[in-house]
């Protein structure tokens, strides 16, 4: 057997282990279709879901391992077109489980996009996929109850569509926030519930015990499994056990029970996963994300580490490509990181944890669908080749610019390395070859593409957005030239960093700012107002600068106070330090924060979160609420909040909107102590990408109330 560099094998996603091409062009619509099972009639045994597809001129031949095998042999035929050369190709799986895990937290995907998704996993040769919707509240915080009719029909539909594609379907159950673990009915209730999704066909049911409290808090509970630090392990393992005994068993279901343990990342072993395995069935496989929630690499040894203190096989739940904790960003490259190495490891397969936004996740969807398939053989820079065209399909080239700025993994990763060294040249007087032309092609994407197919329509918010920051990259390359025009390039960098969604934010943004100031255009005013001790992050975000500037342009000194003076407001951010956090909030101080805010004496808890918009004016007269009433929206779209638990005499001005969880909480001058604010913002501060002018506002109400006394001083 031979591999040949080009052609077919380059062209098939995923891409075939063993293929020889070895003879005339043949047109396939012509040619006569064979199928028979391998093992039979003197054919060599394949592994599970195998296959060998020969396309001579004397007909198409398929053997297959099985059903499964004749399903993918069927797809490569599909996918190699009208015509082709004359070829054998022999191909198998090396993980037997394949597919994606809607788990992300943020608005679910569209009935129509789970449907299509079902089409697309057969293509990729995918065969499971998991429904595990956070927002949906009948798989998670209202599990006890069974579905309305006109949502399990939809459900129903969903699992036929999964079978007619070779699917398998698995619904996840989430019962671990509020089950009683010991409680026979929360047992009943369980079994009640499966019993439902049973009877319209669902034959996976996965438990998911993830992202919950650590411990276990119910009297009975703790009398039954014990009080010990490992307890929660021992109930979670119980109710698996209990479900396999009472459910999965009496309706003849042999496959291993599929589970999601509370201590899901990480590969060190746990007081959890001991207790955990001392009560999980032997025949179980366990969701496992890797050495942490969101990695970059997941090594053999990982794997083996991980599966050794689970003592039990393993599923990687990969949070790759999810978006849910910066929904600005698209992650659109390769799978990248993950071992070659797994042939005769525990991991029994994968499930990719998709982006909110279903159509632009399919990048990410089919180069797993490609590593799963053959880790082996499996090549980051080819399989990215080959996911962009499966993927876009016509509009490859046009969006190849786009894919390749939104590439970086993890979220972490510097992003566009070749395009940073080539501005960093710039700066140094040498200018770089190519760097126009790469702005170029991100500021024309939006124009070469055809702009009514779902994925242009999806990916059309970041489509706009490069385009504009490419766009203002540009006039700063012109302006450092010596032919550029600073104000037009303020303007078009102000135009850019308006859109929520977000292109290569720490990469152009920077450079053009450095070019601005090098050509004296942003002069860093000093007011000579009251004095600002702004505490922030050694490394501020562009957030946190554009509060800094904000404070600036209100003519106020911002700065840490000199010896003997006293700040006139201390403006508390995420990941301060919080030794100079306690030194600067002294009790006479006025304080705005939205971190560390148990420290400072102004919550009994606190939390940041997820997918925010709009928050709900709960004191329409206060001060705070700057003449707002009722639902605001302070976000351009979904972002961090922090809210807080008050501590008695804290003034709710406003709250979330669906937990009603306090996020502007207003503390009155008392004992010796000036007034503080805990405030809503979260890690990206004020950045001009995601507050609205109406969140701006708020803002302004804060800062005005607190500077109120110190103004009044300075006018008396």
């Known amino acids: 057997m031979q591999t040949p560099s080009g052609g077919t094998a ?39 879901e195998g296959y060998a597809l020969v396309v001579s001129p004397d007909g198409v031949r398929i053997v297959a391992a099985d059903e499964a095998g004749e399903r993918h042999a069927r797809v490569t035929l599909a996918e190699l077109g009208e015509s082709v050369e004359a070829l054998t190709i022999i191909d198998w799986p090396t993980l037997p489980r394949r597919g994606v895990i809607e788990g992300f937290y943020g608005d679910p995907w569209t009935h129509e996009q789970r449907i299509d998704l079902m089409a697309f996993s057969e293509r990729m040769k995918l065969n499971s996929y998991v429904y595990a919707p956070k927002d949906d509240p009948f798989h998670r915080l209202r599990w006890r109850e069974p579905y309305p009719p006109d949502e399990l029909n939809r459900l129903a539909e969903l699992v036929r569509a999964a079978a007619r594609h070779g699917v398998d379907f698995v619904y996840a159950l989430h019962p671990a926030v509020t089950m009683r673990f010991s409680d026979p009915a929360d047992h009943a209730a369980l079994l009640a519930k499966a019993e439902q999704l049973w009877s319209i066909g669902i034959r996976s049911i996965a438990l998911l015990f993830d992202d919950v409290e650590p411990e276990l808090s119910h009297p009975p509970d703790l009398a039954h499994f014990g009080d010990d630090a490992g307890s929660l392990g021992a109930a979670h393992g119980a109710t698996c056990a209990m479900f396999q005994r009472e459910f999965l068993e009496p309706h003849g279901v042999t496959d291993p029970v599929l589970m999601v343990p509370m201590d899901y990342a990480g590969i060190d072993p746990s007081l959890y996963r001991d207790r955990l395995r001392e009560t999980l069935p032997e025949n179980t496989l366990v ?53 070659t190495d797994v042939v005769g490891s525990a991991l029994r397969g994968i499930s990719v944890n998709p982006m909110v936004e279903y159509e632009p996740s399919k990048f990410a969807i089919a180069s797993a669908a490609e590593w799963a398939w053959n880790p082996e053989s499996f090549d980051e820079a080819s399989s990215a080749e080959r996911a962009l065209h499966a993927v876009a399909g016509a509009d490859a080239e046009a969006l190849r610019p786009l894919v390749a700025a939104l590439s970086a993994w993890p979220p972490s990763a510097p992003q566009a390395p070749r395009l940073t060294e080539q501005l960093h040249a710039e700066l140094e007087d040498t200018p770089a070859i190519g760097l126009v032309d790469t702005l170029d092609a991100l500021a024309a994407a939006p124009r070469r593409v055809d702009a009514t197919t779902p994925l242009a329509r999806a990916l059309d918010p970041w489509l706009r957005s490069g385009a504009s920051i490419a766009e203002a990259a540009r006039a700063a390359v012109r302006l450092l030239r010596g032919s550029g025009d600073a104000e037009r390039v303020a303007a078009l960098l102000r135009d850019a960093e308006e859109h929520y969604a977000g292109v290569l934010r720490p990469v152009l943004p920077p450079f053009i700012r450095e070019t601005l100031r090098r050509a004296g255009a942003l002069p860093e005013a000093e007011g000579d107002g009251p004095l600002v001790h702004v505490l922030y992050r050694p490394q501020p975000r562009p957030g946190e600068l554009a509060l800094l500037d904000a404070l600036r342009a209100r003519g106020l000194r911002v700065g840490a106070a000199a010896a003997g003076e006293t700040p006139d407001l201390v403006v508390v951010m995420r990941d301060s330090d919080r030794d100079q956090v306690l030194a600067a909030a002294t009790p006479g101080v006025p304080v705005l924060a939205w971190a560390h805010l148990r420290e400072l004496g102004m919550a009994t808890g606190d939390a940041e979160l997820v997918t925010q918009e709009t928050v709900e004016v709960v004191a329409a007269d206060d001060p705070l609420a700057a003449g707002s009433t009722g639902r605001v929206r302070v976000y351009r779209g979904p972002g961090f909040m922090t809210s807080s638990v008050p501590l008695p005499g804290g003034v709710v001005v406003a709250r979330t909107v669906a937990e009603q969880r306090p996020v502007i909480v207003r503390y009155p001058a008392a004992d010796g102590r000036a007034e503080r604010v805990a405030f809503f913002l979260a890690g990206d501060a004020l950045s001009p990408w995601l507050v609205t002018p109406e969140g701006a506002r708020l803002l302004d109400a804060a800062l005005d109330h607190l500077l109120a006394p110190a103004l009044a001083r300075t006018t008396a």
């Open 10 to 48: 380059d062209s098939l996603l995923p891409r075939p282990r063993l293929i020889t091409v070895d003879g005339p062009v043949v047109r396939l619509a012509e040619q006569p279709l064979s199928v028979e099972r391998s093992g039979r009639s003197g054919h060599t045994d394949l592994p599970p």
């Open 287 to 339: 969701w496992w994300t890797g050495h942490d929630i969101v990695v970059g690499e997941v090594t053999r040894d990982h794997i083996d580490a991980a599966a050794a203190s689970y003592g039990r096989p393993l599923l990687l739940w990969d949070n790759y490509p999810v978006n849910d904790f910066d929904r600005t960003r698209l992650f659109l490259g390769p799978l990248q990181g993950r071992t």
